[in-house]
Every structure is written in structure tokens, then in C-alpha cells.
């Protein structure tokens, strides 16, 4: 037997040895699937059934990716260029241009990012004198991503599929940014495979191009597919019809970036006679991590169905811990402990992952780990200071602390949009020059001056005149209120909620999770000292690293020790799942933590907090479901809060707290409000004043005040005066 083939169990080596014809291998986390992958090419290879690049091969992860390269280059004794192997994106990409003028484009075509695409749409819209209000351009590119990913070119859209968006000239539109792309020789990202599906559907010679090219086709994280990609393998597996496709349904996490789980079941339809190899032997992880995975997944309805078994000698292990804390600075402080320990008895970092559900929750890790010294990374993300939003609500913060800072001024002047374009900046810092000013300063020199003219000096004498009255609030309200404050009557957090990107809402907690991070510095300066210096440490190139990211991004991934922080309702499974109310999602968030669990080879340690800090208040959380989903057997408890029969409930000689809810978690640190103000109250807001309600919804109110007339502002900063 070939060398490669020693190390794996006999169905992994029908997988491999399987070369022609259909092959789908359907098995859980762990099993070796991707292993599978790389040693079927490496087969495919020595066997010399192809040659390198005869070989199409789609990878999750650059991990995968940069595997098959190694491998590839020791068999041929050397890199070799031109290997098909990356992403369904950037295979596409480079087909594209390939064939550029078959779909009226030039090989020199550009691809698009989200900004320059929603410019577009927007031009679109405007020249149809939509109503941006009623009709957000978001919400079109959405539908429009939607309608690519499945595969609908303009003027192919199913009745089951059309909107009632702008009174139903969506796919209109949709026709328009279509002919504009191609005007402007470019394309987005749902084109590359959209655009390429079409040619191999309607250009028999490009299809014969790749039926010949193309002898065997490999792919990884089959069940994240989505039918455009689809329709693109089978397309192009029509010929020879040798294409191995990897997955468990178990792992499906993008059913809301248009995955569709079917495509499994589609594959053996689609391919009649496709042989289906199963592999129930883990190599990653010890018995209790597994059982706890396989525990918790079978809460799930509708599985296809697997067995999983250790498949290692040593898979004997620790018991997987759930660690009850009080807080999160406890979590984030534990975690740094554990990982210090770690550390300093011999494990390497580069075996440590932190994966939480939302990247807000990155903060708390991030600032413990600078401060232990522990080098770390950010996988598939940046560091929280670094994110677009966090930089321009700390623009903010810092113009208020010190107006001459001319960068974070010149940053936030037009964020959000209030019509301070490229030019009106140009002739400000030319004011600033002639008067050797800061920008801010030159600014109210030339509205005191009139030296602004029309909308531009209302705009401006509004700004200037706001930060004025920020500045109070700060010194009399503190960082927090002043941060809050900042955001909303800015139009900043408006800003974002109006942005129906799938990003926007993580934009949001994002921004909370700021504030939460502010109320633990007693002044701003001390504040934006830190955060300077959080910034600053440089990001040494090599060395070993904690890596931190989301679920999503640890698909295919394994570390030796995996910690899962923030396990309370609310955080994961998230609130939009709790929210949808149906199984469907609360499904999909189970099959994440069930991705989780299963990356840990050795350790794997769930955490929650009883309490989280929600703007300037505490908000008791309950322990996530998921929780209580694992079987007692495999786990170790611990932490400063004890749980009682699967719920949790504080332990007395930490907080003497008063039970009032037996279920929950007690204890508020500081009161939230629990009673909504209601229309007609007399009230007093902190900023404005005496008033009365005239209008409430959610969390806002509409109040006459008495000396600055009618205003909407945030219940939470107004107290009843007469209840
Ligand atoms: P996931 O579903 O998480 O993507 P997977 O099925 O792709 O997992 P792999 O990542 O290929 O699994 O393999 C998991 C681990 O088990 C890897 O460290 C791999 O090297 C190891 N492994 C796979 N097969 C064997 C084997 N036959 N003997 C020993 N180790 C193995
Ligand atoms: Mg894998």
C-alpha cells in the first residue's frame, strides 16, 4: 500500500481510492473529511490520474488550502502555478476572466466592493425618484444577493420569488445595476458565480473548455453550498463526473447567507449512482468532548442521521467544564488566567482558541490578553478598536476631549452623511492653514464670520453648536451618558439601524459594547489614554498567538484548547433566533454550538456570566438552553456562582443576594427600568429639562419641554416626575 494511504481507517481509503464516478462523504466533525480531500488529490497525483492543475478543488479555509499547496509541491518536487484551488469565489473569478467578452465585459474587469455597489443601486433609484425612506437600497441589495445566489439573472425570477419592493419595480432595478455593471466593465461578488453559471449553461465551448480541463473536482464543506455554487459544480462535474464533495449537515451555518442543506440531498439525484461513504471515527477530540457534541446535536429534528465514535487511543480526556461567573470581567478574567497557566506550563498559544457567537464580544478577551501580555490574533476579523464603527464613535469622543484633534474631526464632520463633501473639507483646511487654526476652530471662524455659505454654515453652526452642548453633558452626565447621547442625536446609531447589511446589526453591538467598555473609566481622558494604547501594541508578525474569532469562522478549524464564552439566552443562542420564535433557527444556532464544541481536541470549557452590563445597567442573564443540553456525565462544574438542577443560582457565600426569581439569575447591581413612561407624564430629562410626554414607542419619547419645545429622545434619560 502507498505510503499516504497508511495512517487512515479502511472508508476513509475508499473515499480516497474512489477516484471516479460520484463520491459523497457524509460524516461528523472531526472524522477526517478534509483529510480525506487532501490525500485524494495527493492519490489522484501519484496514481498519475491527472496532473496538478486538472484538478478543481473548492477549500473552506486557507488552512486546507495552504495543506494541498504543501502537499502538491513535496509530490512534484516543487510549487506548482496554476492550481485550481481556492475558494468558489476566486475560481470563479479567474474563469471570468477568461471569458470576460463573452459576457460583455474585458478581462480587466473590476470587482466591486458592498460601498461602490450600493452607490450604484442608488443612482439607479434616485433617476426613478424612489423614496429612500420608505424603499432603503440596502434592502434591494439584499434581495438582489438573494436572488443571485440562487441563480435568477433579470428577467428569470419566479413568480415565488418576486417583492413587492418599490411597488414591484425591483427586478427593474435589478435589470438596471445589471446593464450599469457591465457599462463600467465590473462586476460584484454574487456576479462572479452567477456570470459563470450562465456562460456554462448557454456556451457549449466554454462548458467543453472545462469538461476537458477539469478531470476531478474536490469539495470541502459541502453542506454550506448555496445553489448558485450549485448549479456551478454540477455544471461543470457533467463531464467527467469524478467529484468528491465532503459535508455534514450537522454543520450547516449559512442557511442566512442562502446555504441550502438540500443540496446534499440534491447530489444524489443529480449524480444517480453516487457512491456515499459514511466515517464514524473522530480523530480530534476525547470521549467526553464528543459525546457532549453528539448529546447536544441530537436535540435537533430532521438530522440525516450519523454515528460518531473516538476514533483515537488516547481519547480518554478531561471532562468538558462549564465555568458559572458573576460577570463579564470575571468570564474575560478567567479566560486570561486559564490561558496564562497554559502558557506557562509548555502549551504552545498557537493551540488556544477563544470563539464567541457575536465579534462584539471579543472586547473583554482582547483587553484582558494585552494587559497579561498573551499575544493574540483576530481571525476573519479586526480587533475591536480597530472596526470602522469603534473608530468613528472614538472620533467622536475624541473631538469632544480635544477639539484640535484635527484627524478624528475631519474623520466624523461627515459621518453620518450631512452633506460636508470632499470640496467644503478642501476649503476648510485651507481656513485652517490661512488662520493656523485647527479645523475645528478655522470651522467656527468661518461660521461666525459667514464665510460658509447656504446649507454648508447651517450644517456646520448645527455641528459645532451640538458639540458644544456634548461637551456639557459630559461634564456634568459623565463619559457614558455623553457617549450614548453623542451617537443618537448625531444620527450615527440611525445611521447603522437604517443599514440593512448583514453586518449592521454586529455594527450596533459593537457600539454598546463601547459604552460598556467606557463605564469602567472614571473620566474620557483616562478613557481614550487606553484605547491609544490598546492600539498601539504592535502586531508582531510570527510567534505563536491565541487565535480569537467567531463560530462561523472556526468551521474546519481545531486548537487543543477551545473556550466558549457568553453561553446565556440572549447572546447564544442570539436574540434574533429567540426572537424568530420558530425551531429553524434556534436549530441553526444549535448546529453552531455544535461546530464549537467540536473544534477542541482536549479542553474544551463553556463559560457564562450571570450578569451583563447593558449601557450604564446591569441585566441578569439566564445560562443558554445549550446548557442544559449536555449530558451531566461528560461535564465538570465550576465558577464563582454555583448551578442548582441544571439552572443556575448564585452562590451564597460569594454574593449575598436576595433570591426573587428561583429560575434566573438574580441580583441587579444597578436598578433598569422596568416601567414604561407613559403619555401625558411630567417628566425630567437630563439634557433639556421639565417636560411632558406627548408620544412613546419602544424605547422613545416624544415630549413638549418647557423651555426647548418638542423633542424625541431615549426614555432611558428621562425621569418621571409626577408617578
Ligand atoms: P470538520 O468537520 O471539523 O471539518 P473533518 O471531518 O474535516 O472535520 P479533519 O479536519 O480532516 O476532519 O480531521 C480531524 C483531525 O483528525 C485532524 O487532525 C486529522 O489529521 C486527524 N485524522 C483524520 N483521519 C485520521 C486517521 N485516520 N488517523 C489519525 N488521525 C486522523
Ligand atoms: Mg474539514
Not at 502549551?347 to 464567541?356: D, G, P, Q, T
Not at 493574540?376 to 473631538?399: K, P, Q, S, T, W
Amino acid at each position: 500500500m502507498a505510503s499516504y494511504l497508511e495512517g487512515l481507517n479502511s472508508a476513509q481509503r475508499d473515499a480516497v481510492e474512489s477516484t471516479e464516478g460520484p463520491v459523497l462523504v457524509l460524516a461528523g466533525a472531526g472524522t477526517g473529511k478534509t483529510r480525506v480531500l487532501t490525500t485524494r488529490f495527493a492519490h489522484i497525483l501519484l496514481s498519475r490520474r491527472a496532473f496538478p492543475n486538472q484538478i478543481l478543488t473548492v477549500t473552506f479555509t486557507n488552512k486546507a488550502a495552504r495543506e494541498m499547496r504543501e502537499r502538491v509541491a513535496k509530490i512534484m518536487g516543487g510549487p506548482v502555478e496554476g492550481l485550481w484551488l481556492g475558494t468558489f469565489h476566486a475560481l470563479c473569478a479567474r474563469m471570468l476572466r477568461r471569458w470576460a467578452e463573452r459576457v460583455g465585459l474585458t478581462s480587466s474587469f473590476s470587482i466591486l466592493d458592498t460601498d461602490d455597489q450600493l452607490r450604484l443601486l442608488k443612482q439607479i433609484m434616485e433617476a426613478a425618484r424612489i423614496d429612500f425612506k420608505r424603499w432603503p437600497p440596502n434592502a434591494l441589495m439584499a434581495q438582489i444577493q438573494r436572488w443571485k445566489d440562487k441563480g435568477f439573472m433579470p428577467g428569470q425570477i419566479p413568480v415565488a420569488e418576486t417583492t413587492d419592493f418599490a411597488n414591484g419595480r425591483a427586478e427593474e432595478f435589478y435589470a438596471a445595476y445589471q446593464t450599469r455593471l457591465r457599462q463600467l466593465n465590473a462586476v460584484d461578488f454574487g456576479d462572479l458565480l452567477l456570470l459563470m453559471v450562465h456562460l456554462l449553461k448557454t456556451d457549449q465551448e466554454v462548458l467543453a473548455y472545462y469538461h476537458r480541463t477539469f478531470r476531478y473536482i474536490l469539495v470541502d464543506e459541502y453542506q454550506d453550498t448555496n445553489l448558485v455554487q450549485y448549479y456551478w459544480l454540477r455544471l461543470l462535474a457533467q463531464g467527467h463526473k469524478n467529484i468528491c464533495c465532503v459535508g455534514d449537515d450537522d454543520q450547516s451555518i449559512y442557511s442566512w447567507r442562502g446555504a441550502e442543506i438540500e443540496n446534499i440531498l440534491k447530489f444524489e439525484q443529480d449524480f444517480p449512482g453516487a457512491k456515499v461513504v459514511r466515517l464514524e471515527a473522530n480523530y480530534r477530540s476525547t470521549q467526553p468532548i464528543l459525546a457532549a457534541a453528539s448529546h447536544l446535536i441530537s436535540h435537533n429534528e430532521g438530522r440525516l442521521g450519523k454515528t460518531l465514535h473516538p476514533g483515537r487511543n488516547d481519547a480518554q480526556g478531561e471532562k468538558v467544564e462549564v465555568i458559572s461567573l458573576w460577570d463579564s470581567e470575571e468570564e474575560a478574567r478567567t479566560v486570561g488566567g486559564r490561558i496564562e497557566s497554559l502558557w506557562r506550563s509548555g502549551h504552545s498559544l498557537n493551540e488556544i482558541a477563544i470563539l464567541v457567537r457575536a465579534g462584539f464580544q471579543t472586547r473583554s478577551f482582547e483587553e484582558r490578553l494585552l494587559t497579561l501580555g498573551v499575544p493574540y490574533r483576530i481571525i476573519g476579523g479586526l480587533r475591536f478598536y480597530e472596526r470602522a464603527e469603534i473608530r468613528d464613535a472614538i472620533a467622536y469622543l475624541r473631538v469632544l476631549e480635544q477639539p484640535s484633534d484635527d484627524l478624528a474631526f475631519e474623520r466624523i464632520v461627515n459621518t453620518p452623511k450631512r452633506g460636508v463633501g470632499d470640496a467644503a473639507i478642501r476649503n476648510l483646511h485651507e481656513a485652517a492653514r490661512a488662520y493656523n487654526m485647527p479645523l475645528h476652530d478655522a470651522a467656527a471662524k468661518l461660521v461666525a464670520e459667514g464665510g460658509l455659505r447656504g446649507k454648508l454654515a447651517t450644517t456646520m453652526r448645527n455641528l459645532l453648536e451640538q458639540f458644544e452642548d456634548w461637551r456639557n453633558i459630559l461634564a456634568t452626565q459623565g463619559p457614558v451618558v455623553a457617549l450614548d447621547i453623542v451617537l443618537e442625536e448625531s444620527g450615527y446609531i440611525a445611521m447603522w439601524k437604517a443599514d440593512k447589511s448583514p453586518e449592521a446589526p454586529g455594527r450596533l453591538e459593537n457600539l454598546k459594547e463601547l459604552s460598556r467598555a467606557l463605564a469602567d473609566f472614571e473620566t474620557l481622558q483616562t478613557f481614550l489614554e487606553h484605547v491609544a494604547l490598546v492600539t498601539e501594541v504592535e502586531a508582531q508578525e510570527d510567534g505563536a498567538k491565541v487565535s480569537m474569532m467567531t463560530l462561523h469562522g472556526a468551521k474546519g478549524l481545531e486548537f487543543d484548547t477551545v473556550f466558549l464564552p457568553g453561553w446565556e439566552e440572549g447572546v447564544f443562542p442570539n436574540q434574533r433566533a429567540l426572537d424568530e420564535g420558530g425551531n429553524k433557527s434556534l436549530e441553526e444556532e444549535r448546529r453552531l454550538a455544535y461546530v464549537g464544541i467540536t473544534r477542541a481536541k482536549q479542553r474544551a470549557i463553556i463559560l457564562h456570566a450571570a450578569n451583563r452590563r447593558i449601557y450604564a445597567n446591569w441585566q441578569s442573564s439566564i445560562p443558554s438552553r445549550f446548557i442544559d443540553e449536555l449530558p451531566e456525565e461528560v461535564i465538570r462544574h465550576s465558577g464563582s456562582v454555583q448551578p442548582q438542577g441544571g439552572r443556575m443560582a448564585p452562590a451564597a457565600t460569594h454574593f449575598p443576594v436576595q433570591a426573587r426569581r428561583p429560575d434566573a439569575w438574580e441580583v441587579q447591581a444597578r436598578p433598569a427600568r422596568t416601567q414604561k413612561i407613559p403619555v401625558g407624564a411630567r417628566v425630567f430629562h437630563q439634557k433639556f429639562g421639565y417636560g411632558r410626554v406627548i408620544a412613546a414607542d419602544d424605547d422613545r419619547l416624544d415630549i413638549d419641554f418647557e423651555t426647548s419645545g418638542e423633542k424625541r429622545v431615549l426614555d432611558r434619560f428621562v425621569e418621571r416626575q409626577d408617578g
